[in-house]
């Protein structure tokens, strides 16, 4: 028996459905029953820690670099890039708050866009 064997619409949308929740609630279950073993100053964590970060930097570089759809069509690079500095200097300079960052990077890039630019 295969995933293509059967032939209807359920049966795919469970498939995805079960094999997405194996995916990733087996490593929350884990990360549950480990992370309260493992120091936070332990190497291993700080390890994952750093892949973390460094796996959102590289998403959030490939959305300024080389985005798509709408993004790609009505913003130049360098207004993604002046946004994503706005923000990022308006989470700095305002308290370390994601939010001020976020939207504060989305306002810039929407004038930018309103204006043409």
């Known amino acids: 028996m295969s995933y293509q064997s059967i032939d209807a619409l359920w049966w795919q949308i469970a498939f995805i459905l079960i094999a997405g929740w194996i995916a990733t609630d ?14 936070e100053t332990s190497e291993v964590l700080v390890l994952v820690r750093a892949i973390a970060t460094a796996l959102v930097a590289a998403v959030i570089a490939q959305l300024i670099v080389f985005p798509s759809g709408a993004l790609a069509e009505q913003t130049t690079l360098w207004l993604r890039i002046v ?14 708050r994601v939010a001020v960052g976020v939207f504060t990077a989305l306002g810039v890039l929407g004038v930018g866009m309103a204006l043409g630019l």
Do not use: H
């Not at 929350?28 to 992370?35: A, F």
């Not at 923000?87 to 370390?96: K, N």
């Open 26 to 39: 087996l490593w929350r279950v884990m990360g549950v029953l480990l992370g309260n073993r493992i120091r």
């Open 83 to 96: 946004s994503a500095v706005a923000g990022f200097a308006a989470f700095l300079g305002l308290g370390q």
